[in-house]
């Protein structure tokens, strides 16, 4: 018997960083939305825990105990006093370390799994405790739909949505480091008085009225001077979506993913073939928002 979990990637329309907390952290005000990529987890009764990857990136991706699928089934079976006896095998559609949570995702995307194979029968509160062990985009990527994170960004408010969110996501040629990025940030801060964050009231009225104009005005992300300062060719991907008609461009969470949110379906179409064709990124998709967080399937 096996069972697969289905798991969101996420943008973040909204990402006010605070200055570096003693623990290393910064506090956030992370305003999540869960979009239509996916990774599948799935678990079947093994001798020994085992990770298998496949898929874009996936010779990326640890195999090793350090994976966050498998760093999921330890922490549950750890919880439960029983071996973590499983093979866990990743279908990797999220890019790897593009800033859409992609590790966040198969963390997730494996507790269930493993909850559901092993009947442990965990409450949600358990989970997603176990989650924010595991990093602080983990209790999202069970959750999905929209979300503010607080704390380290891993304590949800789930948040309401009006409407289907179109956008179009150029992957990067390569991966940036998300500690280096929040390095970066706290670099190209110093001296300054950083506010502590606060979630923006017009994000949070954009995503629940639907409205993507409204949206497009609202969006931030602090941690893009300080993605774009490490891997400064993304400018050229943003100024190519704006071009193209995308209502909003910006760099998805840490990056390298960039975002473009466009008007409607035909819209996303159309900056997509743009973005293609402009030589400034390794790939393009097409995705919609809200979307179910982990699913089993
Ligand atoms: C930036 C965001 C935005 O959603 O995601 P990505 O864009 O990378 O996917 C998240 O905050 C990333 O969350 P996640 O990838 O789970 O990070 P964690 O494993 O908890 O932490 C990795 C490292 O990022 C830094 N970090 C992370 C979260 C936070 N609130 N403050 C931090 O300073 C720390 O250096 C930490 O050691
Ligand atoms: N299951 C996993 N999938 C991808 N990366 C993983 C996984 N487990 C651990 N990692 C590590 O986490 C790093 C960040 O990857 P990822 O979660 O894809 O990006 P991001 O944090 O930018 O969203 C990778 O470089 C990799 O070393």
Redesign the pocket.
Known sequence: MSVTVRVP??VNVQLAVGPARPDGFHDLANVFLAVGLY?EITATPADTLR?T?EGP?SD???LDH??????AALALAARYGREPAVHLH?D?D??????????????AG?LLACDALWGTGASREELLDICAEL?S?VPFSLVGGAALGTGRGERLTELKVGGTFHWVFAMAER????PAVFREFDRLGEGADIPEPAASQAVLDALASGDPGALAVAVSNDLQPAALSLFPELSDTLAAGRAAGALAALVS???P?TAFLAGDADGATVIAGVLRASGTCASVRVAEGAVAGATVV
């Open positions: 990637a996420k990774d990770v990857c990136g990326q991706v640890p350090s994976n966050l699928a498998a760093r990743i990797k999220i890019p790897v370390a593009g800033g859409m949570a992609g590790g966040s995702a198969d963390g494996a990093g985009d991966g940036l480091s998300t969470g840490s990056g993913t």
